[in-house]
């Protein structure tokens, strides 16, 4: 115990710092994510929108020498992109889970190949030396007073701006659908759509606003990928299925901010140990890629738990209207 | 004559044959553009892509095996779609069953070749069986939603693959995967993938054609997906139905696995025995609209293209200009079926409008 | 009193169906009016009209005098007119007061929804109207009758001064009803609202209307002042149609006991019970006619004999064959065809050709089949085309699309197919809905045919003329409990109507 003290504490700061860094590309998409979903979209092509902002994002920085201007164009992009998913899914009401592999696809085959012909064989490779790429925003920031905090230094100070960024997110999302009209007209745009029309506002509208804030945040979240680490750059097929995670993430946390947060935080926490194994239990085997599954198989859990408990309450709700006949 | 000619109209839909290939023409045309923007010439990168996959033997012999691939793939995701579920878990359940398949392989070394594959594949088979099987039951009784389902097993399959081809099952004396030289398929060109497995491929095909198109059995399934309540008020056995349909995808897609494995790669290693491939075929399943025959052409074409892409490279265009043309395609499809759909709703609503002022002329003067 | 909304010559056309033909209707400021007619008369649809959910085809609507020229819910909501949709339009996850803000949010600051606000606002509402409910439950956890309640509070918090209810009894208990009418009368005296009320229930007409519209297959049949009306007038503008029929030879007498009923407990598809504790048998032979206005449970019942509904509890026999809790092919199995209420959602399958749909239910039959599995299209051509000449159906052939073809051609297929399988037992909702007369001499013609040859059939119609026509004996439904028992030439129409309606002398004993 003794032994293993120093050593589990670091393991531990270590594995809760890669969580958190690990979680923001992931959270940052999926809340964008939550809005499509509360819209009744369901939104595949996230995996695709995060390949594009990556792209875009490392582009951009790397032709103006600039990383803000990345994120700035990153934002123009998502903007793009959504009006492009909702032109088709909610306009010429295409199968929007067709609509969103073919979005992969076009994502996974533009990207690899704009990349290439624009930039060689070295994929995007930005010069660090320039001044404006050395932007603090982007680099680890040191928060003062918690990075003196033994431990908890370790693991909440040190991230790029982006895992900041995306902690405030998560409470602003929070806000806007829980706490603003036009989130409960998002909301009420993908539960029953005719009632939001009936209270004279438009679902189709609110259908748009939502696709449009998906891209921006998934285009945040390749910009998070791609310019969030410290040697900015651009690899084919860079968003490594993490739309899906965030997809997972969406329907774990019932389309709830803090809730899907929490998912993106256990897929990075597993993500960690999984990195971490080694260390801990010190074998060859990649176990790695078994703990990864994990949190897939408790997404799925969890959506039967939550369809079995929506019957079980339709049917309490039945048998309570029921009593009441009878005694009358 | 004209009997022949309504035969032929019903046979064929020909506003569809239409629609495909003005969709391919436009996509074409936007990939032009797409070319020129990333300083290709699109001309040249164009008749390389025509010729390359005829170009030689073994580059057609590519071609035909990628287009099994697809084929088998998109008829797996037409039998679900046949009964009105979506199996989007055929690439698990394809890696899955390509990775017990080799680990068949890799365990009867040694053994009778004619023993070793029929066991393979009853093993592949047997895998992507079970594996739709979780997803389908679970639609089938508790209505939770299959393609959110089969997309998280996708993920969890891709992983386990990961970890036993690269770790217990890997064979030792192999830099990476589950290697199965040792019993593979015979190889029809030199020096390309085209093994016999395609003749096995051509078999599946053709049963599924037939069971869809041909049998009572294919009859009823159709019924379930077009209107599951007249299905039932018929007195067929859905529910048996739909998940027996959704284990027999999983079969094709785990049998696909096997033929992956044992006639193009020689061993398991998760990123060669597909890549998203299954997504692929899903995309032609519905350009064919979930039609077998359809599907068997389309895959064709997108083979070609796929093969094609290899020939852009004198051109300086890399491979991945092939995705681009597979999901460019897929949007001109999508919005030519959106524009049709909300000019017929304009037309009908005129059509009403023409309908009632005439009744109401016709009304006038009947006073 | 003054016009508060005119309808001039309105006609609303979907793809294929009629829904309001020519309507001109005025209705009175500060009056209770009320709509009646069968499901598909056209009441809904001229409603959304007004609500502007519908655009009408042709004809114009004034709404105190000025012309609407822009029809959708807000301007209508701006006009100051509110709907209670049959389906009520409420968010579920949303809480009631949060429904109720929908559309028109309280704000704290300049952004943020004011929670507190707006249920402080729907309590003042609940106090102004003595409508109780509790404006922190989210809407999916509380009664019908509690989420109607939320409905009309929605439409006073707008600031509507016209309030359209679409069968707003429907789903209500008798208590419920009374407590609604009770709003109904005060907010129409104390606020001079006008109330459009559409139903079926006549007594619930008299109960609350000062007039009274009937519409029939689209068209406005009349409008009277309640009290000049009493029910039977009502009802006879609602079923009747106005043709003589020549009469139908029936033969034979009725055979052995083919259906039988006992105690039948069955629920809606919101889990209330629909059918109460009904029994009844039907011999061969015979033609047992349901007399019920819809919604009474005449549905449910006929679903749950089939096989369609889960029985909650009693026992179906059907030829002598336990029927309970089987599913519809077991008893189709023991003899039993159906003729679904809804053709379109039960009856066809709308993209397959018409040839496959006369096919269904004989597909595994040897006749049509090689080797046990190989599909004989040819012999099930020549099949189809025998059914198609013999039940005389008119369309481009057996090649058609089924969702295609007219509603009199559709209903036609489907009664070729389940009256070919010659069984023992027919079970016969609604035949003849929304088919022309010339199909329905045609389907009555059938329907007598296979009754003087043997068969048992339970028939359910909501044109009372149809079940007159064709029954020989009649039972009356009313709220799912059986009211009276009736042979058809025993009994006049006006009677019978008093037992469908809960006032006859059964439903007093």
Not at chain 3, 368 to 391: C, D, I, P
Request: glycine share 10%.
């Amino acid at each position: 115990m003794n032994n293993s003290g120093p050593s589990f504490w670091t393991t531990a700061s270590s594995t809760l710092h890669f969580m958190l860094s690990s979680a923001t590309p992931v959270a940052l998409a999926a809340l964008g994510g939550l809005l499509t979903e509360h819209a009744g979209i369901m939104n595949i092509g996230m995996d695709g929108m995060i390949l594009m902002g990556a792209f875009v994002a490392a582009a951009v920085a790397a032709i103006a020498k600039s990383a803000l201007l990345g994120v700035l164009a990153v934002i123009f992009l998502g903007v793009l992109i959504g009006l492009f998913f909702a032109l088709f899914t909610v306009k010429l009401r295409s199968d929007e889970f067709i609509i969103g592999c073919a979005l992969n696809t076009l994502a996974l085959g533009l990207t690899g190949y704009l990349a290439d012909a624009w930039f060689g064989l070295d994929g995007i490779r930005i010069d660090m030396t320039i001044p404006a790429m050395q932007n603090a925003y982007f680099h680890n920031i040191n928060v003062p007073l918690i990075k003196e905090v033994p431990f908890l230094g370790d693991v909440f100070s040190g991230h790029t701006a982006f895992v900041y960024i995306t902690w405030l997110l998560v409470i602003v999302m929070w806000l806007f659908v829980y706490r603003t009209p036009m989130g409960f007209w998002i909301r009420a745009s993908g539960e029953s759509p005719d009632t939001l029309r009936t209270a004279g506002k438009n679902p189709e509208r609110m259908k748009w606003i939502a696709s449009i804030l998906c891209g921006v945040f998934c285009g945040l979240a390749g910009a998070s990928l791609s310019l969030g680490k410290l040697n900015c750059t651009f690899v084919e097929n860079m968003s490594d299925s993490r739309g899906y995670i965030a997809f997972a993430c969406v329907i774990f946390g019932g389309a709830n901010p803090v809730k899907v947060f929490l998912a993106a935080l256990m897929f990075g926490f597993f993500d960690a140990l999984g990195d971490q194994l080694k260390v801990i239990i010190q074998s060859d085997l990649p176990y790695a890629y078994l703990v990864n599954a994990i949190p897939y198989v408790i997404t799925i859990i969890m959506m039967v738990y939550v369809v079995v408990s929506g019957q079980r309450r339709r049917e309490r709700i039945a048998k309570q209207q029921l009593r009441k006949l009878e005694q009358k | 004559m004209k009997q022949a000619f309504a035969w032929i109209r019903r046979r064929l839909n020909l506003s569809y044959i239409v629609a495909v290939i003005i969709s391919i023409f436009v996509a074409l045309l936007i990939d032009a553009i797409i070319l020129v923007a990333a300083g290709h010439n699109p001309i040249a990168a164009y008749r390389g892509l025509i010729v390359y996959p005829f170009s030689s033997l073994r580059h057609f012999g590519d071609m035909l095996e990628y287009a099994m691939v697809l084929c088998l793939c998109g008829l797996a995701c037409v039998v679900g779609s046949r009964v009105g579920i979506f199996n989007v878990g055929g690439e698990g359940q394809l890696l899955l069953g390509g990775l017990v398949a080799a680990y068949v392989g890799s365990q009867m070394s040694g053994m009778s070749m004619w023993l070793v594959i029929p066991c393979a594949a009853l093993a592949a088979m047997a895998t992507g069986g079970l594996y739709a099987f979780i997803p389908g039951i679970l639609k089938v009784k508790l209505k939770v939603n299959e393609v959110i389902t089969t997309i998280m097993l996708n993920s969890v399959a891709a992983l386990i693959c990961s970890f036993f081809s690269s770790s217990v099952w890997k064979n030792m004396s192999q830099n990476e995967g589950i290697d199965v030289k040792e019993f593979r398929f015979a190889t029809l060109i030199r020096g390309s993938k085209l093994s016999t497995a395609i003749f096995a491929s051509a078999l599946v095909t053709f049963f599924v054609w037939y069971i869809l198109q041909k049998t009572s059995k294919g009859f009823e399934m159709r019924l379930i997906g077009d209107n599951p309540r007249f299905a039932r008020f018929a007195g067929l056995k859905t529910d048996r139905i739909v998940i027996i349909a959704m284990i027999v995808s999983g079969m094709m897609c785990g049998l696909v696995g096997m033929f992956r494995v044992y006639g193009a790669e020689y061993a398991f290693i998760s990123s060669k025995v597909s890549n998203e491939y299954y997504f692929e075929g899903l995309m032609v399943a519905m350009i064919a609209q979930y039609q077998p025959v359809p599907t068997i052409i389309i895959s064709i074409i997108f083979a070609i293209l796929k093969s094609g892409a290899r020939g852009m490279q004198n051109a300086g265009v890399t491979i991945q200009i092939y995705w681009v043309m597979q999901a460019t395609v897929i949007f001109c499809m999508a919005a030519q079926t959106g524009i049709r759909a909300s000019i017929q709703k304009a037309r009908q609503r005129r059509a009403a409008e023409r309908d009632v002022a005439a009744r109401r002329e016709g009304g006038v003067a009947n006073e | 009193m003054t016009d508060e909304i005119r309808f001039e010559h309105i006609s609303m056309e979907f793809p294929g169906v009629l829904a309001n033909d020519d309507i001109s209707l005025s209705i009175r400021n500060g009056e209770v009016f009320a709509l009646v007619g069968e499901n598909g008369a056209g009441k809904s649809t001229l409603m959304n009209i007004l609500y502007g959910i519908n655009t009408p085809t042709a004809g114009s609507l004034y709404v105190r005098g000025e012309k609407v020229t822009e029809f959708s819910p807000k301007a209508a909501i701006n006009r100051g007119i509110g709907m209670v949709h049959q389906h009520f339009m409420l968010v579920p996850s949303f809480t009631v007061a949060q429904n109720i803000a929908l559309g028109r949010e309280p704000k704290k600051g300049k952004v943020l929804f004011d929670n507190k606000k707006a249920e402080r606002l729907t309590r003042e509402l609940i106090e102004e109207y003595g409508l109780e409910v509790d404006p922190s439950a989210e809407v999916r956890d509380i009664s019908v009758g509690l989420q109607q309640r939320v409905e009309i509070l929605k439409t006073l918090y707008r600031g509507a001064d016209i309030l359209i209810l679409d069968e707003p009894t429907a789903v209500l208990t008798p208590q419920e009803t009374d407590e609604l009418f009770e709003v109904i009368r005060r907010i129409v005296r104390e606020k001079q609202m006008t109330v459009i009320i559409i139903t079926h229930k006549l007594y619930e007409v008299m109960a609350i209307s000062d007039r009274v519209g009937v519409m029939r297959q689209g068209k406005l049949i009349g409008v009277e002042n309640t009290c000049d009306v009493d029910e039977r007038k009502l009802a006879s503008m609602m079923v009747g149609r106005p043709v003589l029929f020549d009469h139908l030879e029936k033969t034979g007498d009725p055979g052995e006991v083919a259906i039988k009923v006992d105690d039948l407990f069955v629920a809606d598809n919101r889990g209330l019970p629909a059918v109460r504790g009904v029994s009844l048998s039907v011999r061969r032979g015979e033609v047992l006619g349901i007399a019920a206005i819809e919604g009474n449970g005449q549905s449910e019942l006929l679903e749950a004999i089939t096989g369609m509904r889960k029985i909650n509890r009693g026992r179906v026999t059907v030829c002598g064959n336990d029927a309970t809790g089987k599913t519809p092919g077991e008893i189709r199995a023991m003899g039993l065809s159906h003729v679904p209420e809804d053709r379109l959602s039960t009856g066809v399958d709308k993209v397959a050709s018409v040839t496959d749909n006369l096919l269904v239910g004989r597909q595994k039959e040897k006749r049509f089949n090689l080797f046990g599995f190989h599909q004989r299209r040819s012999t099930v051509e020549r099949y189809a085309s025998e059914l198609y000449k013999k039940f005389d159906i008119r369309g481009a052939g057996i090649h058609t699309e089924v969702g295609s073809m007219s509603g009199g051609n559709m209903q036609k297929v489907v009664v070729a197919r389940e009256f070919s399988f010659d069984t023992p037992v027919l079970v016969i909702s609604q035949p003849t809905r929304g088919v022309d007369i010339g199909a329905m001499e045609f389907f009555h013609t059938r329907i007598i045919e296979k009754r003087n040859d043997g068969a048992a059939i339970l028939l359910s119609s909501a044109d009372l003329d149809e079940v007159f026509r064709l029954s020989d004996r009649i039972i009356t439904l009313y709220e799912g409990k059986i009211t009276g028992e009736f042979k058809a030439d025993a009994i006049t129409k006006e009677e019978i109507g008093l037992y469908m309606t809960g006032t006859g002398e059964g439903a007093k004993a």
